[in-house]
């Protein structure tokens, strides 16, 4: 008798993972009280998640539209960036979405091989981010979720009804560069249905 070959939802799973990044580095960061996070446990690790509603609605709306560049191909990198208190961009960490198969098959038999796989170069990220030392951010900085997509796909949400209460702007360079930047790999999470390249960008001042 032969296995079943089943499709795994690609696109949940890295979305799922984006969202534990983003609380956890938020957390990492110190930019909100530690009193609104509480501790969940994601791929064998415990990570910090907000309890804020309004900043967990600004998460979870960003990435309904990550969401959908994801299923149309047009999503090339989710970052998360800091600002100082005079809106100059300090830091940033970018998820660079390098291939993705949406509707990836695989025999069911290795699927759990697979998944586990995946989810241990989750775990990595989230371990190596909290090991780095990073130099606190000083008082009042603030920060953004930027997506980086294409012509297309800014058009395609531009026009879609279900995303008028959450309109995306399109950033001046001088919003988005960093000054005298530094760059430092976090992780390349490479399978046979997806390839991520992770890093942190910060400011050399």
Known sequence: MSSQARSIDIVDILVEFLEVSI????????????????????????????????????????????????????????????????EIPIERFVFDILSIHENFRIDHDFSDTYLVKLRDGFRAFCLKVAAIDMKPLTENCSFQIHLQTTEQGSQALANDPAFEGFPWIELEATEKEIPDPQLAPLRTIESDFIKIQMYREMTSR
């Open 23 to 86: 609380h956890h580095l938020l957390f990492l960061r110190n930019l909100y009280p530690p009193s609104i996070f509480v501790l969940r446990k994601m791929y064998n690790i415990p990570v910090q998640v907000s309890q804020h509603p309004g900043l967990n609605q600004y998460i979870i709306e960003t990435l309904r539209s990550a969401k959908a560049l994801l299923r149309s191909s047009h999503l090339k990198c989710l970052s998360v960036c800091f600002y100082s208190d005079n």
